[in-house]
């Protein structure tokens, strides 16, 4: 008589994620904790540029002009003109040079038409480095 096999079923084995969870996190919270981040600036190879010889540059001083504006008229370097001086003198002076700085100062009561006109003056010439101070 033959004998009868038994049917084995075998279930599929289950793998325990959690657990497997559990230690990925242990070990990452291990290497997070225990790592010394690098200083990335130390390491950094920066040429930077040497500094320039300043004395070997010899600079001219710039030139400056010193207008004023008072309510009798104007005053170029403490000296009193008036409007077509003032005209032909910067015009002169945009001749020549046009790297000039001018300081114009107003005093408290000169007119408002006095600066615009000094201005105006500059702006024909082409003089282009102007600075407006009250007094």
């Given at each position: 008589m033959a004998r009868k096999r038994r049917l084995v079923v075998e279930?599929?084995?289950e793998l325990n994620l959690v657990a497997m969870i559990d230690v990925a996190f242990q070990?990452?919270?291990y290497f997070i904790i225990s790592s010394r981040p690098l200083d990335v600036l130390a390491n950094l190879?920066?040429?930077?540029?040497?500094a320039d010889d300043i004395s070997t540059?010899?600079?001219e001083p710039p030139q400056m002009l010193e207008i004023l504006v008072h309510r009798d008229g104007y005053a170029i370097q403490k000296r009193n003109v008036g409007l077509?001086?003032?005209d032909r003198q910067l015009t002169r002076l945009g001749g020549s040079s046009r790297n000039v700085s001018v300081v114009i100062k107003c005093t408290g009561n000169s007119p408002h038409a006095g600066l615009v006109n000094v201005l105006d003056v500059c702006a024909k010439v082409g003089l282009t480095k102007l600075a407006v101070f009250s007094m």
């Open positions: 279930h599929p084995g070990l990452l919270n190879d920066i040429l930077r540029p040497e540059k010899e600079e077509a001086e003032l």
